[in-house]
């Protein structure tokens, strides 16, 4: 099982970030019948913050679990991954993504 966790950070301002959320929720129920997902959530930060809590407007985190490395390639190489891709580019600075496997 692998557990992927991107952080997309997106232009200034609330209207990128609200886009960027938008396009996730038409397509999030698509990724979750994929064959091999497990999980797919977006995350913003929590508000009202928290004192032990770094926040940036700017950023969502995607936390997704995969079955394993080839249905996350089949995933990322869906019709519904690449026009999602084409919807949010004008809104994202850069994305990073890790891909976890359990440690112990």
């Not at 099982?1 to 609200?18: K, P, V």
């Not at 999030?28 to 004192?51: F, N, Q, R, V």
Request: charged share 20%; aromatic share 4%.
């Amino acid at each position: 099982m692998l557990t992927i966790i991107a952080e997309i950070r997106t232009h200034a301002g609330t209207e990128h970030r609200q886009a960027v959320l938008d396009a996730f929720q038409k397509i999030t129920s698509k990724m979750l019948a994929e064959d091999g997902c497990y999980g797919y959530e977006t995350l913003i930060d929590h508000l009202p913050a928290l004192e032990i809590q770094t926040q940036d407007p700017n950023l969502i985190m995607v936390l997704e679990k995969w079955q394993s490395t080839a249905h996350l390639k089949m995933h990322m190489q869906t019709a519904h991954m690449q026009q999602h891709f084409e919807m949010i580019k004008n809104h994202v600075v850069d994305v990073k993504i890790r891909v976890l496997e359990s440690g112990v």
